[in-house]
């Protein structure tokens, strides 16, 4: 069955420093989704990327879709306090309707 | 923006109880539902695909006699579980898109279940 494993597990970084989780898929996706789950909080929509090689800014958030649209990465710049949670990627096969979800980064930010 | 609604917020409850989990999709129409299972500190599992008005598709491993689901209406899906147990308790999670494939899901707030 599809599998879509993140790295890092845990990531702990002081605060202003980058951040970055990545994102890897055994099959072919038909977009990716980005979600943060923030502790005893239920996951909370980032963004979708469809294309091939396609990029996305949020702010300090920036979303990279893989050319063979198999893997993506979030990078953060300059973390913040605010940023500290969980963040899960979620691919779609093409054709498919179900939603798989990353093994997800936990993030920490040290003031 | 869109809103999914879950209700209860949490369960406390004996073992061998059946416990009802509702999912409603509050300002668009959602022909599929998903529900999900969290344990701690682990990734969200994807238990079964709610489908309006026929049976749901549940994933391989998950019991379909323990966790029935109910797709009633465009707005409502319904998961059952039957005979809880300890190991069933987890933190139970709903979501739910507009009818046009592809749009990102919106997440109930979770029902967290703890069977005693």
């Known amino acids: 069955g599809q599998q879509v494993m993140q790295i890092p597990q845990y990531q702990h970084v002081q605060e202003g420093e980058d951040f970055t989780t990545y994102c890897n898929s055994s099959?072919?996706?038909?977009?990716i989704q980005w979600y943060k789950q923030r502790p005893g909080g239920h996951p909370v929509f980032l963004i979708q990327?469809?294309?091939?090689?396609e990029v996305k800014k949020q702010k300090r958030l920036t979303f990279q879709f893989g050319e063979a649209k198999k893997n993506s990465s979030l990078h953060i710049t300059a973390t913040q306090t605010t940023d500290v949670g969980t963040y899960f990627c979620?691919?779609?096969?093409?054709?498919?309707?179900?939603?798989?979800f990353g093994t997800g980064t936990r993030l920490t930010v040290i003031p | 923006g869109a809103v999914v609604s879950q209700h209860p917020s949490r369960v406390i409850c004996k073992s061998g109880t059946s416990v009802k989990i509702e999912c409603r999709s509050l300002?668009?129409?959602?022909?599929?539902m998903f529900w999900y299972r969290q344990f701690p500190k682990q990734s969200l599992m994807l238990m079964a695909t709610s489908n309006e008005g026929s049976k749901a598709t549940y994933e391989q491993g998950v019991e379909k006699d323990k966790f029935l689901i109910n797709h009633a209406s465009l707005t409502l899906s319904t998961l059952t579980v039957t005979s809880a147990h300890p190991e069933d308790s987890s933190f139970y999670i709903c979501?739910?898109?507009?009818?046009?494939?592809?749009?990102?899901?919106?997440f109930g707030d979770g029902t967290r279940l703890s069977i005693l």
């Open positions: 979501s739910a898109s507009d009818r046009e494939r592809g749009q990102p899901q919106h």
């Open positions: 979620a691919g779609r096969q093409t054709g498919a309707n179900n939603l798989f």
């Open positions: 990327l469809v294309k091939s090689g």
């Open positions: 300002d668009f129409q959602a022909t599929t």
């Open positions: 099959t072919t996706l038909s977009n």
